[in-house]
């Protein structure tokens, strides 16, 4: 299992923008894909965005799409989610995660990945 380490978060306005990273240390990192989730209390963790580790490709929910940017940095194994144009629905609880080639989920679906952050809140008021 693949440490995540995650910085940045906190509490904005509407329109505002935030930057999470989250940092992976291990040897156990497979280097196909890492991901970020958000949960909200009662509801199911969804998928936000996630991006092949080597080509750098992002992909994202609906929800998200055109305001979110995920990026990376291979040489230290940093994942980056660029959050733009927040909106009060935004507000979650941001988790990231490392895929492992061994799970069976897929890439959106949270059994697709075994390494979890500890998460961070992000709070849009409105």
């Known amino acids: 299992q693949v440490q995540l380490v995650q910085t940045g978060g906190g509490s904005v306005q509407t329109g505002d923008s935030l930057r999470l990273s989250c940092a992976a240390s291990?040897?156990?990192?497979?280097?196909?894909?890492m991901g970020w989730f958000r949960q909200i209390p009662g509801r199911e963790r969804e998928f936000v965005a996630t991006i092949a580790w080597t080509l750098g490709s992002g992909y994202y929910a609906d929800s998200v799409k055109d305001r979110f940017m995920i990026t990376r940095d291979t040489a230290t194994t940093t994942m980056y989610l660029q959050m733009n144009n927040l909106k009060p629905e935004d507000t979650a609880v941001y988790y990231c995660?490392?895929?492992?080639?061994?799970?069976?989920?897929?890439?959106?679906?949270?059994?697709?990945?075994?390494?979890w952050g500890p998460g961070t809140q992000v709070t849009v008021s409105s």
């Open positions: 995660a490392a895929k492992s080639l061994m799970m069976s989920g897929g890439l959106a679906e949270t059994n697709g990945y075994d390494s």
């Open positions: 291990g040897q156990n990192f497979d280097g196909l894909a």
